[in-house]
């Protein structure tokens, strides 16, 4: 299932670490800012999973959904 842009409703890559593509955010944060955030998501994605991106209220931690498919 492909996500899509929160603003432009664009599809973007399900892996991407935001719910926005490279355009709008830039647009909303301006590069610099951006880059920030992809750069501070990317990293807590790696920590641990994220789930969907920022603004939800999961608690960052133990908290891994496994698909069993
Ligand atoms: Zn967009």
């Known amino acids: 299932m492909a996500k899509?842009?929160?603003y432009c409703n664009k599809e973007i890559d399900?892996?991407?670490v935001i719910d926005f593509c490279e355009k709008c955010g830039v647009a909303v944060w301006?590069?610099?800012m951006f880059d920030a955030i992809v750069k501070n998501m990317e990293n807590a994605?790696?920590?641990d999973?994220?789930?969907?991106?920022m603004g939800n209220d999961y608690p960052?931690?133990?908290?891994?959904?496994?698909?069993?498919m």
């Open 4 to 6: 899509k842009c929160i």
């Open 14 to 16: 399900e892996e991407c």
């Open 30 to 32: 301006g590069k610099k």
């Open 60 to 68: 960052l931690g133990k908290q891994k959904k496994e698909k069993s």
């Open 45 to 47: 994605k790696n920590d």
């Open 49 to 53: 999973n994220l789930c969907n991106g």
